[in-house]
C-alpha cells in the first residue's frame, strides 16, 4: 500500500503566489524526498530531508519535515507558470543495505499566467 | 547530476509480443534499479528491485513470469513484458541508486510508454 499521501490533490494558484503542499506518511522513515513530474515525462528530484531535519532550504523551495506528525510540507515561493506539474513526496525506509522508495498519490499544481 | 537512460522512450506493439525496455545509468554504477508502473493521473508503483548479478525482488501481485527483469551489469537493466496485452498499457520508469554519504539517492530515468494494441 502507499505510504505517502498528500493534500491537496489538486491545486491552482495564480503566477506569483506561494504554493504550499502537504503529505503524511504512516511508518518510520529514513528520509523524505519530493519529486517534480511534467505531463508524460520522468521524475525530477527536487529536496531530500533527512528524519533528523527539520526545515531544508533549495532556491524557492522550502520543505518542512514534523517526524512526531509524520507529516511534510513542500511550499514553493513565488510561483511561476513553469512550475505546472504533478508533485509527488516518497518515503524512504533503508534496513541495511537496502531502502526502498514510496510514493504517494501527487499533487496537480497549476500555475496561471 | 547522475543520469539514467532509458530505452525506447515509447513503444507500441500488438498484443502477444514481447517488449524490451532498456534502462542504463550513464555516469555512474548502480549496483540497485528500481522499476516502476503509472497508470494516467496515478502515483508510481514499485513493481521490482534488481541488484546486479542476482535475481530481482518483486511486489506483491507482480507477475515475475510477466515482467522479466535483469541486471547483467552494473549500468544496464532491462524489463521485458512477456504477451504483453492492452491492460499492460502503461509508463513504465526505472530508477538507478547510487549510495552516496550513507543516504541512498535514487535517479530516475524518463520513462516509456508503451501501448498495446
Known amino acids: 500500500s502507499q505510504q505517502g499521501e498528500e493534500d491537496p490533490q489538486a491545486l491552482s494558484i495564480q503566477e506569483g503566489e506561494n504554493a504550499t503542499m502537504n503529505c503524511s506518511y504512516k511508518?518510520?522513515?529514513?528520509?523524505l524526498q519530493w519529486y517534480r513530474q511534467n505531463s508524460g515525462r520522468g521524475l525530477v528530484h527536487l529536496i531530500l530531508?533527512?528524519?533528523?531535519?527539520r526545515e531544508k532550504h533549495s532556491g524557492r523551495l522550502r520543505v518542512t519535515l514534523d517526524t512526531s506528525k509524520k507529516s511534510s510540507s513542500l511550499l514553493i515561493t513565488a510561483s511561476r507558470a513553469a512550475d505546472t506539474a504533478s508533485y509527488f513526496c516518497?518515503?524512504?525506509?533503508?534496513?541495511?543495505?537496502?531502502?526502498?522508495?514510496?510514493f504517494g498519490k501527487g499533487i496537480t499544481l497549476s500555475v496561471r499566467p | 547530476g547522475a543520469v539514467v537512460s532509458q530505452h525506447p522512450s515509447w513503444v507500441i506493439c500488438k498484443s502477444g509480443t514481447s517488449v524490451k525496455i532498456e534502462c542504463r545509468s550513464l555516469?555512474?554504477?548502480?549496483?540497485?534499479m528500481f522499476w516502476y508502473r503509472q497508470f494516467p493521473k496515478q502515483s508510481l508503483m514499485l513493481m521490482a528491485t534488481?541488484?546486479?548479478?542476482?535475481?530481482?525482488?518483486?511486489e506483491q501481485g507482480v507477475e515475475k513470469d510477466k515482467f522479466l527483469i535483469n541486471h547483467a551489469s552494473l549500468t544496464l537493466s532491462t524489463l521485458t513484458v512477456t504477451s504483453a496485452h492492452p491492460e499492460d498499457s502503461s509508463f513504465y520508469i526505472c530508477?538507478?541508486?547510487?549510495?552516496?554519504?550513507?543516504?541512498?539517492?535514487?535517479?530516475f530515468g524518463p520513462g516509456t510508454r508503451l501501448t498495446v494494441t
Open positions: 534488481s541488484n546486479e548479478g542476482s535475481k530481482a525482488t518483486y
Open positions: 530531508i533527512r528524519s533528523n531535519e
Open positions: 555516469d555512474f554504477q548502480a549496483t540497485t
Open positions: 530508477s538507478a541508486r547510487e549510495v552516496q554519504l550513507g543516504v541512498y539517492e535514487q535517479y
Open positions: 511508518t518510520s522513515i529514513n528520509n
Open positions: 516518497a518515503t524512504a525506509l533503508v534496513t541495511g543495505a537496502n531502502s526502498k522508495l514510496t
